[in-house]
């Protein structure tokens, strides 16, 4: 047995599809392609002019890595998604604040709203607030079943802690009320009832459209004829399988800048270091510390709902290479945007629309589309309007700073031709070759991740080193459930943080472990 290294990744964006094929770290193939309403057919052409351009057969593709947004715009769009049954485990505590609370109404109505207080639910110390009811969850499903309601959240107070109650409650209520899709709130979120309560109902009301998804992405490999497994992109940084996202949709949101932000780190060599990453409607600015993406500490808003779970550090602004710009004393950049329209209302393809892309082939930056129809532009203008462009890119990464040090600025995505040779800031500005599909070589680069994120008590029954030891265990567990090869998992990251605000010697641990993807091939299987 030896490791397969041919692989794909692809990068579904708003304006562009990416895709790359990859032999180890060297890219053999890359090719960008308009996204298309249907997402899936925009791939398949992507697939089609990688192993037309390289001559490489489908059955010698080990893997193919895709990052998506469709989880993301679900959400925001809140379309799509199922009606949830919302179970909650805390009475008689926690009733003041019920499930959905402060949700906009539109999202609310999105996943119906059908709630369930019940008995139970657990201290910091993982002493139970009050007895699980097991009457009262047989009923709880017996209703749920009569609603014809096919996903279930389930959320338990700090339930990190001690996940017993979910664990059982689902069991209860699924043998009341067969087939539900099964989302807990300790698999899901951190610490914190309502933010990890509210990912979880999210993960629930996306666990039909995960199904389709991952269905479409395996469709469209087979129409390539590719028969290799499919992994997706986590927000972290790394990947998790198909059948991993059907349970975890939640985990792909922000995978986009996560995937670009790894791809500059591999095409620059440069591990800490802002990367900038501009594409066809927004530029997304991150840290990258040790090669991986600085994590957001704070609570993340999603579509106006406050969660918990893991994020990247990422500042977007409204500029883009399909970004309207409006003629003035001080033009205006963004944020509107043609999006993947671009090639039919650029100015430079014919159209009617002054975009950025205009701008950056006006002042030479760029060769696409016909220059001709772009020199009549002021030269004020293209250079006032690329001017502004670069003070608030410069501006951004100021912002994401941790220090006043210069810090190298790695510059990707095809909008990047935006920017000039330098950036106002920056110690400097690296624009590494294959920059415009940095999105699709972060994902086919990424490793499998496990993460665990709990509070424990710790003395006479629990010594630290035992809770420390534990929590590595099953974030290492977590990673190879994910996809990741036993052998190659290792713990990257452990953060232990002691609570003292909190009785008990309570002590908050976090841990992280990333391994290789477990796609090992016969010789003969990759050369068909």
């Given at each position: 047995?030896?490791?397969?290294?041919?692989?794909?990744?692809?990068?579904?964006?708003?304006?562009?599809?990416?895709?790359?094929?990859?032999?180890?770290?060297?890219?053999?193939?890359?090719?960008?392609?308009?996204?298309?309403?249907?997402?899936?057919?925009?791939?398949?052409?992507?697939?089609?002019?990688?192993?037309?351009?390289?001559?490489?057969?489908p059955?010698?593709?080990?893997?193919?890595?895709?990052?998506?947004?469709?989880?993301?715009?679900?959400?925001?769009?809140?379309r799509?998604?199922?009606?949830?049954?919302?179970?909650?485990?805390?009475?008689?505590?926690?009733?003041?604040?019920?499930?959905?609370?402060?949700?906009?109404?539109?999202?609310?109505?999105?996943?119906?709203?059908?709630?369930?207080?019940?008995?139970?639910?657990?201290?910091?110390?993982?002493?139970?607030?009050?007895?699980?009811?097991?009457?009262?969850?047989?009923?709880?499903?017996?209703?749920?079943?009569?609603?014809?309601?096919?996903?279930?959240?389930?959320?338990?107070?700090?339930?990190?802690?001690?996940?017993?109650?979910?664990?059982?409650?689902?069991?209860?209520?699924?043998?009341?009320?067969?087939?539900?899709?099964?989302?807990?709130?300790?698999?899901?979120?951190?610490?914190?009832?309502?933010?990890?309560?509210?990912?979880?109902?999210?993960?629930?009301?996306?666990?039909?459209?995960?199904?389709?998804?991952?269905?479409?992405?395996?469709?469209?490999?087979?129409?390539?004829?590719?028969?290799?497994?499919?992994?997706?992109?986590?927000?972290?940084?790394?990947?998790?399988?198909?059948?991993?996202?059907?349970?975890?949709?939640?985990?792909?949101?922000?995978?986009g800048?996560?995937?670009?932000?790894?791809?500059?780190?591999?095409?620059?060599?440069?591990?800490?270091?802002?990367?900038?990453?501009?594409?066809?409607?927004?530029?997304?600015?991150?840290?990258?510390?040790?090669?991986?993406?600085r994590?957001?500490?704070?609570?993340?808003?999603?579509?106006?709902v406050?969660?918990?779970?893991?994020?990247?550090?990422?500042?977007?602004l409204?500029?883009?290479?399909?970004?309207?710009?409006?003629?003035?004393?001080?033009?205006?950049?963004?944020?509107?945007?043609?999006?993947?329209?671009?090639?039919?209302?650029?100015?430079?393809?014919g159209?009617?629309?002054?975009?950025?892309?205009?701008?950056a082939?006006?002042?030479?930056?760029?060769?696409?589309?016909?220059?001709?129809?772009?020199?009549?532009?002021?030269?004020?203008?293209?250079?006032?309007?690329?001017?502004?462009?670069?003070?608030?890119?410069?501006?951004?990464?100021?912002?994401?700073?941790?220090?006043?040090?210069?810090?190298?600025?790695?510059?990707?995505?095809?909008?990047?031709?935006?920017?000039?040779?330098?950036?106002?800031?920056?110690?400097?500005?690296?624009?590494?070759?294959?920059?415009?599909?940095?999105?699709?070589?972060?994902?086919?680069?990424?490793?499998?991740g496990?993460?665990?994120?709990?509070?424990?008590?710790?003395?006479?029954?629990?010594?630290?080193e035992?809770?420390?030891?534990?929590?590595?265990?099953?974030?290492?567990?977590?990673?190879?459930?994910?996809?990741?090869?036993?052998?190659?998992?290792?713990?990257?990251?452990?953060?232990?943080?002691?609570?003292?605000?909190?009785?008990?010697?309570?002590?908050?641990?976090?841990?992280?472990?990333?391994g290789?993807?477990?796609?090992?091939?016969?010789?003969?299987?990759?050369?068909?």
């Amino acid at each position: 047995m030896i490791e397969a290294s041919i692989r794909i990744g692809i990068d579904v964006g708003g304006t562009n599809t990416d895709a790359v094929l990859m032999d180890g770290d060297t890219v053999l193939a890359e090719v960008k392609r308009p996204t298309t309403a249907d997402v899936t057919s925009g791939i398949v052409s992507g697939l089609g002019a990688l192993l037309e351009a390289t001559g490489v057969r489908p059955a010698e593709i080990a893997a193919v890595m895709i990052g998506t947004t469709h989880f993301t715009n679900a959400v925001v769009e809140a379309r799509r998604l199922l009606p949830v049954a919302i179970v909650r485990l805390g009475l008689p505590a926690t009733a003041a604040l019920p499930p959905l609370t402060d949700w906009p109404a539109r999202l609310r109505e999105a996943v119906g709203g059908q709630v369930f207080m019940c008995h139970g639910g657990h201290e910091f110390d993982g002493r139970p607030i009050s007895p699980l009811d097991r009457d009262e969850l047989r009923r709880v499903g017996a209703e749920i079943a009569a609603r014809g309601l096919r996903t279930l959240a389930v959320s338990s107070v700090f339930s990190p802690v001690n996940d017993e109650f979910e664990r059982e409650a689902a069991q209860i209520i699924c043998e009341e009320a067969p087939g539900l899709a099964v989302s807990l709130s300790a698999e899901v979120g951190r610490l914190g009832l309502l933010e990890r309560e509210n990912a979880t109902i999210i993960n629930a009301g996306l666990a039909e459209l995960a199904v389709q998804i991952t269905g479409a992405f395996r469709d469209a490999l087979a129409t390539s004829g590719i028969s290799s497994p499919v992994y997706l992109s986590q927000n972290d940084g790394t990947l998790m399988s198909a059948e991993y996202v059907e349970r975890y949709p939640v985990a792909t949101f922000a995978s986009g800048p996560t995937n670009s932000m790894r791809g500059a780190a591999m095409l620059s060599g440069e591990s800490d270091c802002a990367v900038v990453d501009i594409g066809g409607t927004t530029a997304d600015i991150g840290i990258l510390s040790q090669g991986f993406p600085r994590e957001a500490k704070m609570i993340i808003e999603i579509a106006g709902v406050r969660t918990n779970f893991r994020m990247p550090d990422v500042l977007a602004l409204g500029i883009g290479g399909g970004s309207h710009v409006t003629p003035g004393g001080d033009p205006l950049v963004g944020p509107e945007s043609v999006g993947y329209a671009l090639t039919e209302r650029g100015l430079v393809f014919g159209g009617d629309t002054l975009t950025a892309s205009d701008l950056a082939v006006a002042a030479g930056r760029a060769l696409i589309g016909d220059p001709a129809l772009v020199a009549g532009l002021s030269r004020e203008l293209v250079d006032a309007a690329l001017a502004s462009i670069e003070r608030r890119i410069a501006e951004a990464v100021d912002r994401m700073k941790v220090s006043a040090q210069p810090l190298p600025v790695v510059v990707v995505g095809g909008g990047s031709v935006l920017l000039g040779d330098s950036l106002t800031g920056a110690s400097r500005l690296v624009r590494p070759e294959h920059f415009a599909v940095a999105n699709a070589i972060g994902a086919s680069i990424a490793q499998v991740g496990g993460e665990v994120d709990h509070m424990v008590s710790v003395g006479p029954g629990l010594s630290r080193e035992h809770a420390l030891e534990r929590a590595r265990e099953q974030a290492c567990e977590r990673a190879v459930d994910a996809g990741a090869a036993r052998d190659s998992v290792r713990v990257v990251d452990v953060e232990e943080l002691a609570l003292a605000y909190v009785p008990g010697n309570a002590v908050r641990i976090k841990v992280k472990a990333i391994g290789e993807l477990a796609i090992r091939r016969r010789v003969g299987a990759a050369t068909g």
